[in-house]
T-cell receptor, first 113, second 117 residues
Framework: DQQVKQNSPSLSVQEGRISILNCDYT??????FLWYKKYPAEGPTFLIS?????DKNEDGRFTVFLNKSAKHLSLHIVPSQPGDSAVYFC????????????FGKGTHLIIQP | EAGVAQSPRYKIIEKRQSVAFWCNPI?????LYWYQQILGQGPKLLIQ????????DSQLPKDRFSAERLKGVDSTLKIQPAKLEDSAVYLC???????????????FGEGSRLTVL
């Protein structure tokens, strides 16, 4: 039972263009969403988050959009840079964080020069 | 600030053998998590500690997996006996608090990669 779904295993984007990574969730009790970035042989690192009371959060080149009615969120990276090549995990929390994060399967982003 | 430390980085064992992983969280972090990441999947929570008490271990296969966090700092995760399907990366993470402004911002270690033959 996949409560957090990332349906694109991989995504290839040209350097300088916009990367859009998508995530869907099924559990309406989730109230906080996060994106993590993972390089090979390293642990995931926190990138950006959004509370369910907001529909957008921006941090430099990274913007996360949340559509609660559609149970959908997306991560926009603009402009994309070679160092952005990594696996991106969407994750969700419920209950104010008392439970651990529920992760999606990840999307491997490849930035082409 | 030192990050989350894990050891060993790699371990290869035969099925039915036992293995233990160690984690030292970031100093002062009250919450500690063990996640299992199977190749091609996202991390799956095995167990969550708040100080030295278990908050959630609903997804921990308790017939073979055990974890402890004595004194509310370091933690060990043990698998005995191991099965082929236990081959995965075991990630330890810590956070300073939950429900606060840094909700969900877990700090992960580099992971311990287990191969069961």
């Amino acid at each position: 039972d996949q409560q957090v779904k990332q349906n694109s295993p991989s995504l290839s984007v040209q350097e300088g263009r916009i990367s859009i990574l998508n995530c869907d969730y099924t559990n309406s009790m989730f109230d906080y969403f996060l994106w993590y970035k993972k390089y090979p042989a390293e642990g995931p690192t926190f990138l950006i988050s959004i509370s369910s009371i907001k529909d957008k959060n921006e941090d430099g080149r990274f913007t996360v959009f949340l559509n609660k009615s559609a149970k959908h969120l997306s991560l926009h990276i603009v402009p994309s840079q070679p160092g952005d090549s990594a696996v991106y995990f969407c994750a969700a929390l419920r209950g104010g964080g008392a439970d651990g994060l529920t992760f999606g399967k990840g999307t491997h982003l490849i930035i082409q020069p | 600030e030192a990050g989350v430390a894990q050891s060993p980085r790699y371990k290869i064992i035969e099925k039915r053998q036992s293995v233990a992983f160690w984690c030292n969280p970031i100093s002062g972090h009250a919450t500690l998590y063990w996640y299992q990441q199977i190749l091609g999947q996202g991390p799956k929570l095995l167990i969550q500690f708040q100080n030295n008490g278990v908050v959630d271990d609903s997804q921990l296969p308790k017939d073979r997996f055990s974890a402890e966090r004595l004194k509310g700092v370091d933690s060990t995760l043990k698998i005995q006996p191991a099965k082929l399907e236990d081959s995965a990366v075991y990630l330890c993470a810590s956070s300073s608090q939950f429900g606060g402004p840094n909700t969900g911002e877990l700090f992960f270690g580099e992971g311990s990669r287990l191969t069961v033959l």
